[in-house]
């Protein structure tokens, strides 16, 4: 699991990649969370086009940047997600709580 | 009231986090010649992924004890996998299965058993406090043409 982060204008954009399970995730939510601290971004955006595998460990992540981003009157948009993780997402009912595209 | 395999395999393993990947990738391969769609087989991973890492987190939170999964392919082309562990137990498993309920804190999301119910036809959890947990799931693979066998 790997994290690339990019930012300008208060926007934050972190590229993930590799596989996003409790394994790969335990250092990925403090590193989330330091990006997002760094960077006191308006925009955060979550790219997941690098991710080959995730299950519910993603959106525990992807719930805990959501709360981050509330705290600072952000919004938060999760983009190029793959089929599998599509899949998590729609079972778990994320598409109410955070913008996918 | 068990069904007669055509094959199966057991894996065994230490509940460390670097298995979660093993264990999704062997069950993975295992389930191969059941000639799933790539659909199907990423279902299954996510399954396992799930239980596996509930025994990991939960059943041994400050230890490291052992992990078992079964896969049995049984006819009808069902694929059922058995995850057991012999950890602390569920105490109240109709709790744990509620979306969003979680003991794991905030690094857990508490949609694991949705998951693997969504993702599985079928899932039975049963657990004694103190003595471990059993995870059983089926899924019935759709028919492919058959190229032999």
């Not at chain 1, 990019?6 to 399970?21: I, Q, T, V, W």
């Not at chain 1, 998590?88 to 009912?93: F, K, Q, S, T, Y």
């Not at chain 2, 471990?132 to 799931?137: K, R």
């Amino acid at each position: 699991m790997e994290i690339n982060a990019k930012s300008a204008d208060r926007n934050l954009l972190l590229e993930l990649s590799g596989e996003l399970d409790h394994h790969g995730a335990r250092n990925s939510l403090r590193e989330v969370e330091m990006a997002i601290d760094a960077a006191l971004p308006k925009t955060l955006v979550l790219d997941m086009a690098g991710v080959t595998f995730m299950d519910s460990s993603g959106i525990a992540l992807i719930l805990r940047a959501q709360q981050r981003m509330q705290l600072l009157d952000g919004s938060i948009l999760v983009c190029n997600v793959p089929p599998q993780a599509r899949r998590v997402l729609d079972a778990a009912g994320i598409g109410r709580l955070v913008t996918i595209r | 009231m068990k069904t007669k395999a055509t094959n199966e395999v057991l894996l065994e393993f230490p509940s460390r986090s670097s298995n979660e990947g093993f264990a999704r990738a062997a069950v993975s391969c295992f389930a191969a010649q059941m000639d799933p769609t790539l659909n199907e087989l990423e279902d299954i991973k996510t399954a396992v992924s799930e239980a596996v890492t509930n025994a990991i987190v939960h059943a041994y939170p400050d230890a490291i004890g052992k992990v078992t999964v079964r896969v049995r392919i049984c006819p009808g082309n069902v694929l059922e996998l058995t995850v057991k562990d012999h950890g602390r137990g569920i105490a109240d498993v109709e709790k744990a299965r509620e979306p969003l309920f979680t003991t794991g804190g905030e690094e857990r999301s508490g949609m694991g058993f949705t998951i693997m119910e969504s993702f599985m036809d079928k899932l039975t959890v049963r657990s004694v406090p103190g003595r471990g947990t059993t995870v059983l799931m089926r899924k019935k693979l759709a028919p492919r043409m058959k190229s032999g066998k």
